[in-house]
């Protein structure tokens, strides 16, 4: 970590704020529809962050940040690298 460019933090920050605000819009949208109530919101939330804790503690946090950041990314558990 310690070779890391200021601008890759920069962009990678970026990059999770842009996905953050992109969320953000989302949740608000589903609750002013009556999709979601506020306590679904937060079980999403914990569920995510319990989910990312553990995909990322074995591996490559940042890999997994790009891959999930796909257009076309779900919410699949990601392949083990000998499934690659």
Known sequence: MDNVR???????????????????????????????TAAQVTEIRRQAMNTAKAWSADGDALALLKVHS??????LVPLRQEEL
């Open 6 to 36: 200021v601008d890759d933090w920069t962009q990678l920050l970026t990059l999770l704020l842009s996905q953050r605000l992109e969320i953000n819009a989302m949740e608000s949208a589903l609750k002013n529809a009556g999709i979601l």
């Open 70 to 75: 796909s257009p076309d990314a779900t919410m």
